[in-house]
């Protein structure tokens, strides 16, 4: 008889995210925050880690507007660092594609996208 195989750190973040947590993954020793789920730790390949809920608040590190062909719309993809620690891609809602901003301050928030749920931001303090 084998034992029960644990399910990885990709399926736990999934199962975390249709729970309505967003979750980010914490090295033990150094404090290094990092995304997406993997085994261990980059660069040290440490595999003392833990999860920790995401902070509230990002920052937008860069941006590209993607310009499909219309009737499509533009849209923004966005890197964001997290306060605290961890970055992690996706997109500003709320917002022209083209108002988005380096440095702009951002909420995460889980949305649905092809059924899946998925993480988006949204600008804070911005009118």
């Given at each position: 008889?084998?034992?029960?195989?644990?399910?990885g750190p990709?399926?736990?973040?999934?199962?975390?995210?249709?729970e309505g947590r967003i979750?980010?993954?914490r090295a033990r020793g150094s404090g290094t925050v990092f995304?997406?789920?993997?085994?261990a730790e980059p660069g040290t390949g440490d595999?003392?880690?833990?999860?920790?809920?995401?902070?509230?608040?990002?920052?937008?590190?860069?941006?590209t507007i993607v310009h499909p062909r219309p009737p499509k719309?533009?849209?923004?993809?966005?890197?964001?660092?997290?306060?605290?620690?961890g970055r992690m891609m996706g997109r500003v809602d709320n917002i022209a594609a083209d108002a988005v901003r380096i440095g702009m301050q951002v909420a995460?928030?889980?949305?649905?996208?092809?059924?899946?749920?998925?993480?988006?931001?949204e600008p804070v303090g911005q009118a």
């Open positions: 008889m084998t034992a029960p195989v644990e399910p990709e399926a736990h973040w999934r199962a975390a995210l249709q979750l980010l993954q995304f997406p789920p993997r085994l595999t003392d880690w833990e999860w920790v809920e995401a902070p509230a608040l990002a920052t937008v590190y860069a941006l719309e533009p849209y923004n993809v966005v890197i964001v660092d997290f306060d605290g620690g995460p928030r889980i949305v649905t996208i092809a059924d899946e749920p998925a993480i988006a931001f």
